[in-house]
């Protein structure tokens, strides 16, 4: 299992307790690049992924953890655990990761597009 960010191995994975889901989560850290990671087996739960990654980014304080902005205080990323067109239906595992900081911007950036509606 490769990290979603650096694509390095990821360690072991250990249940971590100081999120929002009760009985903990799955996951841990990127030894490469500091990312915090969740294994979702489901395949389903993304939004309460990118929950209890927020609270291990927050050192566990939840109320931090909500204050949080995806995209702008932090970018998360995931992955199939199966790589390959027959992983990459909507309900195969994934990894889900966390790193802090702003998006890094691309190099070559696109013209973007204005929304109509928004
Ligand atoms: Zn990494």
């Not at 979603?4 to 799955?26: D, N, Q, R, S």
């Not at 050192?59 to 992983?87: F, S």
């Not at 990459?88 to 109509?116: E, F, I, Y």
Request: aromatic share 6%.
């Amino acid at each position: 299992m490769g990290c979603p960010f650096c694509y390095e191995w990821l360690p072991k994975p250990t249940t971590i307790m100081t999120v929002f889901t009760g009985g903990g989560a799955l996951g841990g850290n990127c030894t490469e690049c500091g990312a915090f990671f969740v294994f979702e087996e489901s395949g389903r739960l993304g939004g309460q992924a990118t929950m209890d990654l927020q609270a291990m980014a927050a050192d566990g304080d939840l109320d931090r953890a909500l204050t949080l902005r995806p995209g702008i205080d932090c970018e998360i990323r995931k992955k199939h655990l199966n790589d390959g067109e027959r992983g990459r239906n909507p309900t195969s595992p994934k990894v889900w990761a966390l790193k802090m900081g702003p998006p890094v911007p691309k190099l070559k950036p696109k013209p973007r597009r204005v929304k109509d509606s928004g």
